[in-house]
């Protein structure tokens, strides 16, 4: 296990690392303190010896500072949409920040991927890596109300697993739902480098959240009897499921009741590389990369465009605060709020 912590820039005189976790099988990761960046996820290819890049990205630093696409960051406060920027707690009408036409996203104009989050600790031992990273939320904060004290950890052990561990706590009530933006593409950079067509996906879901043209969720759960939406066994993304704007939904997780559960399988059938992910959140966003723009210029001098990336982004229902009958997002005062998400790594699908 090894990992290494470099400055690479200063923002409002505060320290902007680039930190590389790799474990004993030449699997690795690298994210920046700001945002919660992944910059990268390596992974060793059987094929050719090659280390392949799953993740999309830029080739410098600058590029996370415009990001608009939320390029595998910390997504909060709150993930996901909330209808008309405003909801009610305990009686009160807050009203969000409006990032999205009349609705709020991803934590508005400023989410938690813009901050600087402080870098606790590094922690290693002989099976694994951890990174511990704080953010203090302001009350008022795009809305927000109370201060909300955030703990982030990424770590990598030699399962091969990426894990994820959100916490947070409130000095009074509020709302929560923080998860990570990856936008995954496990045919790599190198040789097999294309658009998310010919990927497996299989998701643990049998239901899913209908929603508005603004895909804003009514609050009705429909079961899945589409088969075009229906990834309950393994199943090749083709032209036909990328057609009329690809996929954008919330699954409902099946069997749902707090604990970690396995949730989603996806891998490369060019690289067969790819992971398992597992999750204690009762929704799945599976998205492929409908709304990304024509041109990116990516790592390794390559060019992303329209449905490059995939997303698969375990939360609490989006506007699930307007919704009674979803899982509620409130933190109560003197509560802690936690999220944990497993990425299973493997190059042997």
Known sequence: MNFSKEIISTIDQKDIFKIALTNDNNFSISFFNYGGYIHSILIPNLNNNLNEDVVLGYNNFEGYLKDSSYFNCIVGRVCGRIGNSHFFLNDKEYKLFSNLGPDHMHGGQYGFNKKIWDIVDIQKNAEQISCSLNYLSPHMEEGYPGNLYCNVIYLLNNKNEFIIKFQAKGDEDTIVNLTNHNYWNFHGHN?????????????????????????????????????????????????????????????????????????????????????????????????????????YQGKNYRTYGYQYGICLEPEIFPDAINHPKFKSPVLRLGDTYSSTIIMTLRNDF
């Open 191 to 295: 040789d097999n480098y294309q658009n998310v067509l010919e990927h497996m996906i299989r998701l643990s879901c049998s239901s899913y959240l209908e929603t508005s043209k603004e895909l804003i969720p009514t609050g009705e759960i429909k079961n899945i009897l589409d088969k075009k939406i229906d990834f309950r066994k393994l199943k090749n993304i083709t032209e036909e499921i990328l057609a009329e704007g690809g996929n954008n939904l919330c699954y409902e997780v099946d069997s749902y009741d707090g604990s970690i559960k396995d949730i989603a399988e996806i891998y490369s059938i060019k690289t067969h590389i790819g992971m398992q992910l597992s999750s204690d959140q009762p929704g799945l966003q599976f998205y492929t990369g409908n709304f990304m723009d024509d041109s």
